[in-house]
């Protein structure tokens, strides 16, 4: 079973943002990773890069310390 803390006070740890193109016009996304690099989470697709920005500051600002659990392994 696979197991990840997200600390908050530590909101800019983990969070990076990329870019990728699909048809004409550039979609962002960001992904969180753990301490290792493994990346655990992929946000949704946002059509500008301002927008996801405010999606990182949006989950930096409300993210809380969680447990969380893959049961899927």
């Known amino acids: 079973m696979g197991y990840y803390v997200i600390k908050k006070s530590q909101p800019k740890t983990g969070l990076s943002m990329a870019n990728t193109l699909f048809g004409a016009d550039p979609e962002y996304y960001f992904?969180?990773?753990?301490?290792?690099?493994?990346?655990?989470?992929?946000?949704?697709?946002?059509?500008?890069?301002?927008?996801?920005?405010?999606?990182?500051?949006?989950?930096?600002?409300?993210?809380?310390?969680?447990?969380?659990?893959?049961e899927t392994l």
């Open 31 to 70: 992904v969180l990773k753990a301490d290792n690099h493994e990346v655990i989470a992929t946000s949704e697709m946002y059509s500008s890069k301002q927008a996801a920005q405010r999606g990182i500051a949006s989950v930096q600002a409300n993210g809380t310390t969680k447990e969380i659990r893959d």
